[in-house]
């Protein structure tokens, strides 16, 4: 019942910036956690960016001060604000998160992911 939905990757120069967005939906009571993964060709999926219920974040030591997560929690949406971006963060970007459900019951929800391609 309950989804994720990632948006705004796409094609960007070295040294540009993109916007992803996630928003959930379906019968949520409330988001505890939420996180950014990636996942480059050849490689496994790793932690970018999480967030707490709390507002504690937690970065992966690549993206440090170039990347920032944000919530709105009123529309149930999850922000990745990447900046400066390089080659190297050439991903499928995916949404995670850990969601309590309107039936008491909390799901992790993985999003169908964004391709981010950062070239020339």
């Known amino acids: 019942q309950v989804q994720l939905v990632e948006s705004g990757g796409g094609l960007v120069q070295p040294g540009g910036s993109l916007r992803l967005s996630c928003v959930a939906s379906?019968?949520?009571?409330?988001?505890?956690?939420m996180g950014w993964y990636r996942q480059a060709p050849g490689n496994a999926r790793e932690l970018v960016a999480a967030?707490?219920?709390?507002?504690?974040?937690n970065y992966a030591d690549s993206v440090k001060g170039r990347f920032t997560i944000s919530r709105d929690n009123a529309k149930n949406m999850v922000y990745l604000q990447m900046n400066s971006l390089k080659p190297e963060d050439t991903a499928v970007y995916y949404c995670?998160?850990?969601?309590?459900?309107?039936?008491?019951?909390?799901?992790?929800?993985w999003g169908q992911g964004t391709l981010v391609t950062v070239s020339s």
């Open positions: 995670n998160g850990i969601i309590e459900t309107m039936g008491d019951l909390y799901l992790e929800i």
């Open positions: 967030s707490t219920s709390g507002g504690t974040t």
């Open positions: 379906g019968s949520i009571f409330s988001i505890n956690y």
